[in-house]
């Protein structure tokens, strides 16, 4: 291993350096900074000692450096630290919380010139400064120097946040409160962790390519779906918690049914006059992405780079003319669908599949069928609704005379799996329990999946829907069967067992999720992303009188242009001229990240693109 480079700003009296170096093994080497130049040390007792201490271990001092000019104080091969130290930054004497955020946005925006690919900027703040959670008490945001929102400038991440700990650097004295030969106030002090951020950039929805029969067609990724089609966390070589959860879950549920794992490779939507779910057709495609296709005669392998899955699994091809004609031959207009009418839409569940399956020859009643893969539909931006998610379908078909007996068997052995695997990571003595109910539908045949959350101690509790189980005796071939599907959310079921707060979080390109997860084992899922800050806007617009007025495009549009930043629309007020009658709406989004660096003019930039998306696309005219 390469020796650590560590380097040291905004020293005062060297005292952290000269402690901390004589902490350290030979391979670390230290650069220990000042602003100040030797001259005003000389005054200093203390600053001559530690000095002295540095030179006889052959640490590097440098005067003179100011830490929001870095890439001006080492020359390119001289750059690349692994760790930078900034204890207690202040612009002294006086100065205010402005000056210092303004100082501290500085230093950050100067870490990224010099240090390496993986290093960490360590950043000590007294009790409140930082303005977060982790501060107690934690001041009000406008009075803080709201570290992690300066950080962002840089383009750093908060990774952890532990009590600064003066004992652990035995001789080290802070000092220069206020310009003089003071110490800061340390007590409940906390060292703030930095660590770089993915960059935020601008991305292209990219071009994939389709074959189906023996023609190519492309389209291109719906901008609310940007980075989320093709990623394969459900294939052989992932090992991505989705896939981890599914396994388990299969597997439990295989010790008590014999299982058939089907590939999720189906493109045509099901005869809606055979359909066992006909309010799940219209239901789910009023809410489907819907997709142009062209046809591309292009060379088949110059496809997208890294776009090698075929697409198929993620295609239900259906014609917007079908639905208006329920009546006609599905494989005719599955024809002119791919042909004629070139609308199709990406798969919005898997049971669209259903009927495929329960009427193929090789049907096994008594055995469990298999669909695992993602799918894709429009919802409004909520803490537990995703565009994009990975569904497991479980197909159970048995004699009707039977049913009782499969339903009450499947039903325990689901339950028993899921509170299994809700509580392997609830530690020893929590005050949090989970417990998942069947909760019965008014229909009298169908059930909704719920976890129940409760947080002894206190009156929060929260439901979480993860999945349903739908019971149907329709088949034309199975006349004798009774059929029941379950339908699971992973995504859902993988951020319970973990502790993963934000379902943003599983389509990361961050390499650092991944490292969260050791095969065979579940333990809870810890953060590299620590309080990121919110950035709130409001926005009203006139309506269309000639049009009505579609909410949930409105949060498709707000998914697609924030990149899934906004985490939040709440509905503000409603308000009609009294003489035009023109009626105008008032909506607040909230912005946030969870796993990038996101700064306010970021945040800016997209409001001002979606007051001109919604005009485009909603026909609405923003105040």
Same mark, same amino acid.
């Given at each position: ?92 004497? %006086? ?167 089907? %590939? ?197 509790? %929260? ?83 000639? %049009? ?76």
């Amino acid at each position: 291993m390469a020796p650590r480079r560590l380097l040291l700003v905004g020293e005062g009296n060297f005292s952290f350096a000269a402690a901390l170096s004589e902490t350290l093994n030979a391979s670390t080497r230290v650069t220990a900074t000042c602003l100040q130049r030797p001259a005003e040390l000389a005054r200093d007792p203390v600053a001559r000692e530690n000095l002295q201490r540095l030179r006889e271990r052959g640490t590097e001092v440098r005067f003179g450096v100011d830490c929001t000019q870095l890439a001006d104080a080492f020359e390119p091969h001289h750059r690349e630290f692994d760790r930078i130290y900034f204890n207690f930054p202040h612009c002294g004497r %006086k100065a205010g919380v402005a000056k210092n955020r303004e100082l501290l946005a500085k230093f950050f925006q100067s870490c990224k010139d010099v240090l390496a690919e993986g290093g960490e900027v360590h950043v000590a703040l007294c009790r409140g400064q930082g303005g977060t959670p982790a501060d107690k008490p934690m001041r009000e945001w406008h009075n803080s120097w709201q570290v992690v929102a300066m950080a962002a400038l840089g383009g750093f991440i908060l990774s952890d946040v532990h009590p600064f700990s003066s004992e652990a650097v035995p001789g080290y004295k802070c000092t220069g409160y206020r310009s003089q030969d003071k110490s800061f106030h340390v007590e409940d002090a906390l060292n703030h962790i930095f660590t770089r951020s993915l960059p935020f950039e601008g991305s292209q929805p990219r071009i994939f390519r389709i074959k189906l029969g023996d023609r190519w067609f492309s389209f291109p990724e719906p901008d609310a779906l940007v980075g989320k089609l093709n990623r394969g966390f459900l294939e052989a070589p992932s090992r991505h918690p989705i896939k981890t959860i599914n396994e388990k879950l299969i597997a439990e549920l295989g010790k008590a049914f014999p299982l058939k794992r089907l %590939k999720c490779s189906f493109t045509l939507l099901p005869e809606r006059s055979t359909s066992v779910l006909t309010s799940w057709n219209c239901d789910s495609l009023s809410a489907a992405f819907w997709i142009s296709l062209c046809e591309d005669n292009s060379n088949s392998e110059s496809l997208t780079d890294g776009i090698t899955q075929d697409m198929e699994d993620f295609l239900v091809l259906f014609s917007e003319f079908s639905l208006k004609d329920p009546g006609r031959d599905s494989r005719e207009e599955a024809h002119e669908g791919i042909y004629g009418q070139t609308k199709v839409c990406l798969r919005p569940s898997l049971l669209a599949h259903v009927q495929t399956v329960i009427q193929a020859p090789d049907f096994l009643p008594g055995s469990l069928h298999v669909l695992s893969g993602p799918v894709f539909q429009k919802c409004p931006i909520l803490p537990f609704t995703m565009p994009a998610f990975h569904e497991t379908l479980f197909i159970l078909g048995f004699n009707k005379n039977l049913r009782d007996d499969y339903l009450q068997s499947l039903l325990d052995h689901l339950k028993g799996t899921l509170d299994s695997l809700l509580t392997q990571t609830l530690l020893e003595g929590s005050k949090l329990s989970r417990s998942v109910e069947f909760i019965f539908q008014s229909n009298e045949k169908d059930y909704i999946i719920k976890v129940k959350s409760h947080n002894f101690g206190s009156d929060c509790a %929260k439901d979480l829907i993860i999945g349903s189980v739908t019971t149907s005796a329709t088949s034309i071939i199975h006349k004798d069967q009774c059929f029941m599907f379950v339908s699971m959310n992973l995504d859902l079921l993988a951020m319970l067992v973990w502790g993963i707060s934000d379902w943003r979080m599983l389509w990361t390109f961050d390499h650092r999720f991944l490292k969260n997860f050791v095969p065979g084992k579940i333990e809870p899922f810890k953060s590299y992303s620590l309080y990121p800050p919110c950035y709130v806007h409001d926005i009203s617009f006139w309506l269309d009188e000639k %049009k009505e007025f579609d909410e949930l495009e409105f949060h498709t549009v707000a998914r697609a242009v924030s990149q899934d930043t906004v985490i939040s629309i709440q509905f503000l007020s409603r308000f009609q001229h009294p003489k035009t009658q023109q009626v105008s709406l008032c909506y607040r989004l909230t912005y946030q990240t969870c796993d990038k660096a996101l700064t306010q003019h970021q945040v800016g930039s997209m409001q001002s693109q979606f007051r001109k998306e919604i005009q485009q696309r909603l026909h609405v005219i923003p105040r």
